[in-house]
């Protein structure tokens, strides 16, 4: 007993704390602020999935017309790819019932002209010749001949 010792020891501070006379929230009134609270988190949840309806109709309406406009260009590009054939084989088959004389360079359409003219004055001396039987250079041997009295008819035709 002699190995026995008691202490005492008083703790200061209260370990309950004593009711104080404090009015009780109203359960009615707490209950219709959490109704407003989730009934504006219910518009809000609402409106939120209106834009985004609204928005995903926007991006779908602008996806569906950049699916239009590339049909249309790639119609235009086949439209006009056909007429480019088209026009193409127009100027082919003009090209194909164009006379061959235009391919033709000028000094050798000089040359076919030349050579033409030579041709009808030969036809002409031999045709000349055979009515009048003459021989030798028909230059020399061709006639003065007068010429037509003037008349208005002839002037006119002349000119």
Known sequence: ADNFSVTRYHISELY?????????PDVRLAA???????????????RERKEQLEKAHLRGSH???????????????????????????????M????????FVPAY???EIKEEWQRELEFAFEDMYSEDRKMK???ILQFEPQPLPAPSDRSQDNDL
């Not at 309950?16 to 009780?24: A, G, P, Y």
């Not at 219709?32 to 609402?46: C, D, F, N, S």
């Open 136 to 138: 030798g250079d028909l």
């Open 32 to 46: 219709e602020k959490e109704g407003r609270r989730l009934e504006e988190l219910h518009i809000q949840a609402e």
């Open 63 to 93: 996806a569906l017309k950049k699916v239009h406009l590339a049909q249309d260009r790639e119609r235009l590009l086949k439209e006009l790819e056909q007429m480019q054939n088209m026009d193409r084989m127009r100027r082919r088959q």
């Open 108 to 110: 050798k359409r000089m």
């Open 95 to 102: 090209v194909a019932q164009l006379p061959p004389q235009i």
């Open 16 to 24: 309950v704390d004593r009711e104080v006379d404090e009015e009780q």
